[in-house]
């Protein structure tokens, strides 16, 4: 899919993320306006973008408010090239764990493959002639040739049979056989028309479950990469494995027996990779990696260490910030696919800070995320929208799931408002985690109907307060068991 960009202006990205994401506001301008800021740039004369560098955000906020779902969403909608990590994943360079660098080769590979899908998409048609072409060769074998001279004593190639043993084909093996009698030029017009019969048939899908043996070429580019001495084993195992698949299978044939409908899409997958310039598609991937790219670095706060504590974790936990650093602030990294800039990458860090505080962030990364954004608790009311507006909303989905057993689910309104005040209701006496307890009082609420769906005679439940209380209004006043269940 192509992205209009200059569409993208920041009052149309906050109007998409609202069909998802309730409320957030100051949250979703920031990252609509530093997404803009990333097409304004490229407008620019090259002397002055390159001084421009993007002004990375830092969302604070409890679980459940909406950090991930910005980021994921934003994502979708930018057509960037896009990577969410777990902060928590990496460790400095000495210790086990992934080091801070594989981030950046992660999003190559991320604008590798974006940029590779786009490019064959445009190359689908050929690649589809191709397919088709290549099936028939296998259906009818030689048909393709052209006419070899009888001075050169071969014999043309002829079908065995009339036409109603062609009709006949995807039910008997074909067989070729050389006829002499026959003039050389009517037995090539003969094994033409006979290769559009067989065409039309193979495009009316006669020869689907026909079996037929194919050559895919085992091919790929090699995968070498430049690790740093804290890579994890994870790491280098897959390195060692592309280059053994790349010293024992390189440029070797793999045959294979299948029907003709796995056949097409195994065909077409090679024709695809066989029709793309690699090396184009590496020097635009980089490209957009370095003028486009966005990194998610979730769960930012679990690196954080406050400073009267100074156990050997909480250095692990200052070195990975320490590693960070220089990719945020631009440096070149190692890929497979070639050195990449950082300099221009866009990061959005995010966080709960419920224990750490971003001052707790040593002050150099604190500076490397100049701008701040808090992200608001939900309440209620928040959560009677979720229930209802979001074109996911999880009243939607259960709606879904349970049409498909023929079962016709109806929320009332005074059973949302229940749902919603006893999400409230349980995240302020324990632990606050957002949106996600409606998951769980949602799965409660409607554990019995799910079980019984397949069976239930009635095929049309209403979900109403009184149903909503008796599923759960034990379960919130008994605080021990709450605490295990919701």
Do not use: C, W
Not at 168 to 173: L, W
Not at 303 to 332: C, H, M, N, T, Y
Not at 355 to 362: C, E, H, T
Request: charged letters at 35%.
């Amino acid at each position: 899919m192509t992205i209009n960009f200059d569409e993208l202006t920041p009052p149309h990205i906050v109007a998409e993320l609202d069909k998802y994401i309730i409320g957030q506001t100051k949250a979703k301008k920031a990252v609509a306006v530093a997404l803009r800021n990333r097409t304004r740039r490229l407008k620019l004369s090259e002397e002055i973008r390159e001084e421009i560098a993007p002004k990375n955000i830092l969302m604070i906020g409890p679980t459940g408010v909406g950090k991930t779902e910005i980021a994921r969403r934003l994502a979708k909608l930018s057509g960037a090239p896009f990577l969410k990590v777990e902060a928590t994943k990496y460790t400095e360079v000495g210790y086990v764990g992934r080091d801070v660098e594989s981030m950046i080769r992660d999003l190559m590979a991320v604008g590798y493959s974006m940029v590779k899908s786009e490019m064959q998409e445009t190359l689908k048609a050929q690649a589809e002639k191709n397919t088709e072409e290549i099936l028939l060769d296998l259906l009818l074998p030689g048909s393709n040739k052209k006419k070899r001279s009888r001075k050169e004593g071969a014999q043309p190639l002829l079908i065995a049979g009339s036409e109603h043993d062609a009709e006949a084909a995807p039910n008997m093996e074909i067989k070729i056989e050389a006829d002499s009698e026959k003039d050389g030029g009517h037995a090539e017009d003969d094994m033409s028309e006979t290769r559009e019969k067989f065409r039309k048939m193979l495009r009316d899908g006669k020869f689907e479950d026909k079996m037929v043996e194919v050559s895919v070429q085992q091919s790929g580019m090699p995968s070498f990469e430049i690790f740093a001495g804290g890579s994890s084993m994870e790491d280098l195992e897959s390195a060692m494995s592309n280059i053994s698949s790349m010293l024992m299978g390189a440029g070797k044939n793999k045959r294979k027996t299948t029907s003709v409908k796995e056949a097409r899409t195994i065909i077409m997958d090679d024709q695809l990779d066989k029709l793309v310039d690699h090396d184009k598609i590496v020097e635009e991937a980089k490209e957009r990696v370095e003028q486009m790219g966005i990194i998610f670095i979730d769960e930012i706060d679990k690196v954080a260490s406050k400073s009267e504590r100074s156990s050997g974790i909480d250095v692990s936990r200052e070195g990975v910030q320490r590693d960070i650093l220089p990719i945020v602030e631009g440096s070149k990294v190692n890929t497979k696919f070639g050195v990449v800039d950082t300099r221009h990458i866009l990061f959005i860090a995010a966080g709960a800070f419920s224990i750490s505080k971003p001052s707790d962030l040593i002050p150099e990364f604190q500076g490397r995320f100049p701008l701040r954004v808090e992200l608001e608790s939900l309440h209620a009311e928040d959560f009677k929208r979720i229930l209802l507006e979001p074109k996911n909303a999880l009243t939607k989905q259960y709606k879904a799931l349970l049409e498909t057993e023929g079962l016709t689910v109806i929320f009332k309104d005074e059973a949302i408002e229940r749902m919603s005040n006893l999400a409230a209701e349980v995240n302020s006496t324990m632990e606050n985690i957002g949106a996600r307890r409606l998951h769980t009082i949602m799965e409660m609420l409607l554990e019995d109907i799910s079980f019984n769906a397949s069976d239930m005679a009635e095929k049309t439940v209403e979900i109403d307060r009184t149903y909503v209380d008796e599923r759960l209004k034990d379960i919130v006043q008994d605080q021990d068991l709450s605490r295990y269940i919701l």
